[in-house]
């Protein structure tokens, strides 16, 4: 009899963005002289830099002459991208990944749930709370739900890594063994990080373990401080433990372009399985390339010229985020991140719940963000407000902020 994965039933309900669409919709009809302003987004808002768009227009009319057409692209990426970012993002940082090593994909969000289906069922996994919702999801999906099987005393599921103001946003290693452990630096959504000390405990901890770490980078251009690891690659022992995604989404704006990677080293043995062997197998059965119009924009992203176009529009969101952070901070709120991430994350104020607070101030200072309860159980009373907007829209709603919570 036909049936349907009982797993997808067990997903959290999770109608974030949809019921913060609804509630704005339903503001916004009560009250339409009123100029709402969105901070919630996780998207990029400026257009394309020049560099990415000459590079698109070249190899759309590549497309059109039978001497440079393209059809389908390699699986694994075109060469000419993954040794660009092998050389560039790591290579020329002390890091060693190898192109072959590289993985192009459709963007950070498909690698990041799709990793999980090469290990076992019945892997414990342990995710950073409040962290991206996807980790959670596609385990879930898998049917990694949280069973601890009484019989054989295994357990098998989710254990979070709870983080808040309390622990600093770092989360402690796990109490009891973790297989796959999920890492997402800078965090998203609290903007924080984790010192390269700090990484290197973790990739201790799983090559003592023979767990795996997937660590998800996708905000790496962001940090500004130093003694801030760019990718995991940077700790010793990396290759031997871990996975890196990235994606060229909010480094440089290709959240409709579709473009990321994932880094799998060789010396990354399950069982003694290559697991990088494995990913490929999966790629070429499941994924038929990133366009090869997207990957040549890509690579214009490592030009002098589009290095130095994306730097502009990354100060661009991280001043959005600097006059957040520091208005926030002269209201008296607590504030997190926003300094090597374009997110801010807040503690709401007298107690407040995180809906509470998307509602008090959608109602008094029409500004829209994201409740951090959203993100996992220990975002509940955070409250996450974004750099990616216009700089003078932000500007006003830290005024409207300021005057709303004067002190
Ligand atoms: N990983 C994290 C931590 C993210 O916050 C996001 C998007 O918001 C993604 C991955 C998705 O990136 P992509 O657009 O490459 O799918």
């Known amino acids: 009899m036909l049936s349907i994965n009982e797993n997808y039933l067990k997903l959290n309900e999770n109608y974030l963005f949809s019921d913060i669409a609804k509630k704005v919709a339903a ?116 049917g990694r739900t949280g069973v601890y099987d009484e019989a054989t005393g295994k357990f098998s599921g989710i254990v979070y890594l709870p983080t808040s103001a309390e622990n600093n946003f770092v989360p402690s290693l796990p109490s009891r063994h973790a297989d796959l452990i999920y890492l997402c630096y800078p965090n998203n959504p609290t903007g924080t990080t984790l010192t390269k000390d700090e990484l290197q405990a973790w990739v201790d901890y799983a090559n003592e373990e023979k767990a795996v770490i997937i660590f998800d980078a996708a905000y790496e251009a962001y940090i500004s401080e130093e003694n801030i690891p760019h990718s995991i690659y940077e700790c010793e022992g990396a290759r031997t433990c871990a996975i890196e995604i990235r994606s060229f989404s909010k480094i440089a704006g290709f959240t409709g372009l579709r473009l990321g990677f994932t880094v799998v080293p060789k010396d990354l043995l399950v069982d003694g399985h290559s697991v990088r062997d494995l990913w490929a197998r999966r790629h070429g059965t499941k994924f038929n390339g990133a366009p090869y119009i997207i990957q040549r924009a890509g690579a214009a992203v490592y030009t002098e010229e589009g290095q130095k176009q994306i730097a502009e529009q990354i100060t661009y969101y991280m001043n959005n985020a600097k006059v957040i952070r520091e208005g926030l901070i002269a209201s008296g709120f607590e504030v997190f991140g926003g300094i090597n991430a374009p997110y801010v994350w807040l503690k709401t104020p007298e107690g407040m719940g995180s809906w509470e607070f998307f509602d008090f101030l959608l109602k008094n200072a029409q500004i829209v963000g994201t409740p951090g309860s959203g993100f996992g159980p220990s975002g509940e009373g955070y409250f996450r407000l974004t750099g990616f907007g216009n700089a003078e829209k932000t500007q006003e709603a830290v005024r409207r902020i300021t005057q709303l919570f004067a002190v």
Not at 76 to 96: Q, V
Not at 112 to 139: H, K, T
Request: aromatic share 10%; net charge negative.
């Open 27 to 142: 503001y916004e009809k009560e009250n339409p002289e009123k100029e709402i302003i969105r901070l919630g987004i996780g998207d990029v808002t400026l257009p394309l830099a020049p560099a990415i768009i000459e590079a698109l227009h070249i190899a759309v009319d590549e497309q059109s002459n039978p001497a440079t057409f393209r059809g389908y692209s390699p699986d694994l990426g075109y060469s000419f991208l993954r040794e660009l970012i092998a050389e560039k993002d790591f290579t020329d940082h002390g890091c060693e990944v190898y192109s072959d090593e590289i993985f192009v994909s459709d963007g950070a969000k498909s690698d990041s749930g799709n990793i999980q289906e090469i290990f076992g069922q019945d892997v414990i996994v342990a995710l950073g709370d409040p962290v991206y919702p996807v980790y959670l999801d596609s385990n879930t999906m898998s």
